[in-house]
């Protein structure tokens, strides 16, 4: 009777204990393994709307490159382009985001060294140009939107991340691998984006090939 008696005393004093942390222990995270869960999952949503809406924009700038590409004659640039852009019309991953924004950089180093070396165009070619110039500058416009965005993210990020246990936050990271690479990346980026919106326009008056004025001033310039 007295082993039941003691057996029973135990099984209870470990329930309790079970549903109980020291505040003592608290900051190492024993007590925030399951107490996160609904901030987590602010976070992972604002990341959502991040990324789909970077994607939206980016979808634009890469069928204005791949426009560009085949304007200029570099058809196996123009169809990797358009291949990037349909990876992002179907949930973007961090690898998407990374591949399309590196493939976005070489695309507009390449585009630039054709209007400064004074490349012409055949007429097909010009309006492909002149097919091309709205979409990049809606793209380019809705980047630059996304930055106060970006800035939100991060500062949520960083809480998100300082507030999860030890266990948790490896887990989180990876979680939020997408967003945070916006985060790096993107600045950076905008400013190559914008450092080739001058030649897009100064080529287009050089060779004569028409662009709505109202295109033309919704242009972000700098």
């Not at 057996?7 to 190492?28: D, E, N, Q, R």
């Not at 490349?119 to 809705?142: F, I, M, N, R, S």
């Amino acid at each position: 009777m007295k082993k039941t008696t003691a057996i029973a005393i135990m099984g209870a004093v470990t329930a309790l204990a079970a549903t109980w942390v020291s505040p003592a222990y608290a900051g190492f995270g024993f007590g925030s393994l399951t107490g996160h869960k609904s901030s987590n999952t602010q976070i992972l949503n604002q990341q959502s709307k991040l990324v789909h809406d970077f994607s939206t924009a980016q979808t634009q700038i890469l069928n204005a490159q791949g426009l560009l590409a085949q304007a200029f004659g570099d058809k196996n640039q123009a169809a990797e382009l358009r291949a990037d852009a349909q990876a992002l019309a179907h949930g973007a991953s961090a690898q998407d985001i990374e591949k399309s924004i590196g493939d976005s950089s070489r695309a507009s180093k390449q585009i630039d060294k054709h209007m400064e070396a004074g490349a012409k165009l055949t007429e097909q070619g010009k309006k492909l140009y002149a097919q091309a110039v709205p979409y990049y500058a809606t793209g380019l416009t809705q980047t630059i939107a996304l930055r106060p965005d970006i800035m939100n993210f991060s500062s949520s990020a960083q809480k998100a991340l300082e507030s999860t246990s030890i266990i948790d936050k490896l887990s989180l990271k990876n979680k939020l691998a997408a967003g945070l690479y916006l985060v790096e990346h993107v600045p950076a980026y905008i400013g190559e984006l914008q450092g080739t919106t001058g030649e897009i326009l100064s080529y287009s008056k050089k060779e004569n090939i028409a662009i709505p004025p109202d295109i033309q001033n919704i242009i972000p310039k700098n």
